[in-house]
């Protein structure tokens, strides 16, 4: 079942939800990124959250998924959020009870009553 959803949301959800990130508001950024792999640059539509010093990530699909092991394996990358770029140079892989806190409701509640979500990591500009 995660398999197509997943690709669902690679191949058309996410290039028409990309406009969003462009917005002044709202949680949506592309994660400009470079493939570990190919070399090539890559953008990828997330839903980021700010937090002093960063942005807080559900990795909704786990660690595993191509964006994250790229910005792992470069050290880091670029975050264009509310029409600014952040360079993200430190990732910091969290549990779901240290990295709960730190998102805004609505957006805590439906993660925990969800219960899916494993994987967080905080993105930090430091």
Not at 33 to 50: C, D, L, N, Q
Not at 73 to 79: E, M, N
Request: proline share 9%; glycine share 8%; aromatic share 14%.
């Amino acid at each position: 079942m995660l398999k197509p959803v997943r690709y669902f949301n690679k191949y058309i959800l996410n290039r028409v939800l990309r406009w969003l990130a462009y917005a002044p508001f709202g949680p949506f950024a592309l994660v400009k990124h470079v493939g570990r792999k190919s070399g090539k640059p890559y953008e990828t539509t997330i839903m980021a959250f700010p937090i002093e010093g960063g942005f807080m990530i559900a990795l909704t699909y786990g660690p595993e998924v191509d964006w994250y092991k790229n910005v792992q394996a470069a050290g880091g990358c670029t975050l264009f959020f509310h029409r600014k770029e952040y360079a993200i140079n430190h990732l910091e892989p969290m549990e779901p009870d240290a990295a709960l806190p730190l998102f805004p409701q609505p957006q805590k509640t439906i993660l925990q009553s969800m219960g899916l979500v494993k994987n967080f990591v905080k993105m930090l500009t430091v």
